[in-house]
């Protein structure tokens, strides 16, 4: 069983949609969780950054971190065609510590 | 700020030729550097931490003698990949830390752009 599971997708919705994409995890030590964006053939950039369990806003994205459940999601409202791309969840033990990865959803907006 | 640059963004080359990636924090300092693999529709696999004035620390199954990493000063670590195979053809990414991020987010990666490479 993998630390961290991310169903790869993809994940197709219309335009305006609100998208839900979820990670759950194995290991009761991690306090750190990020979201990543990946473009295709682009490096990742951050989006989300949370720390213990709780909601986070950011504009349209909400991440949402659940530890009693090891579940953490990204919301996104308002979904627009420039919103897809892959997600990745990323998560770690403690600060300065190597990150644990998702396989990335795959997500896709349609006009 | 916390930009990351990698050169080139992309090579082709010979089977059996030696390519070397550049990996540069533009604006910061990073002590700590990070190479990956990603296969098309695949997430991304962890090779190695750089670290700056020492060696790299691989992880399990990537060889060292191939892929070599050099962090010779804090904004610029390499990657060279040695005698390329074809199943060498990847995008390679890497991705570095700012030491001087607030404790809470010192860990928080900045990723370069990624170099795709094809061995023929």
């Known amino acids: 069983q993998k630390e961290v599971e991310q169903d790869p997708g993809p994940l197709s919705v219309p335009e305006g949609a609100i998208v839900s994409l979820n990670c759950t995890y194995s290991?009761?030590?991690?306090?750190?969780f990020m979201w990543y964006r990946q473009y295709s053939r682009k490096g990742p950039e951050l989006l989300m950054y949370?720390?213990s369990s709780g909601n986070k806003e950011d504009g349209r994205f909400t991440a949402q971190v659940d530890k009693s459940s090891k579940y953490i999601s990204l919301f996104i409202r308002d979904s627009q065609p420039s919103d897809s791309a892959t997600y990745l969840c990323?998560?770690?033990?403690?600060?300065?510590?190597?990150?644990?990865w998702g396989a990335g959803t795959k997500l896709i907006i349609k006009p | 700020g916390a930009v990351v640059s990698q050169h080139p963004s992309w090579v082709i080359c010979k089977s059996g030729t030696s390519v070397k990636i550049e990996c540069r924090s533009l604006?910061?300092?990073?002590?700590?550097m990070f190479w990956y693999r990603q296969f098309p529709k695949q997430s991304l696999m962890l090779m190695a931490t750089?670290?700056?004035?020492?060696?790299?620390?691989?992880e399990q199954g990537v060889e060292k003698d191939k892929f070599l990493i050099n962090h010779a000063s804090l904004t610029l670590s390499t990657l060279t990949v040695t005698s390329a195979h074809p199943e060498d053809s990847s995008f390679y990414i890497c991705?570095?830390?700012?030491?001087?991020?607030?404790?809470?987010?010192?860990?928080?990666?900045?990723f370069g752009p990624g170099t795709r490479l094809t061995v023929l």
């Open positions: 991705s570095a830390r700012d030491p001087l991020l607030r404790t809470s987010r010192s860990n928080e990666q900045f």
């Open positions: 604006d910061f300092q990073a002590t700590t």
């Open positions: 750089s670290n700056e004035g020492s060696k790299a620390t691989y």
């Open positions: 290991n009761s030590a991690f306090q750190y």
């Open positions: 949370t720390y």
């Open positions: 990323a998560m770690s033990v403690r600060s300065n510590y190597q990150l644990i």
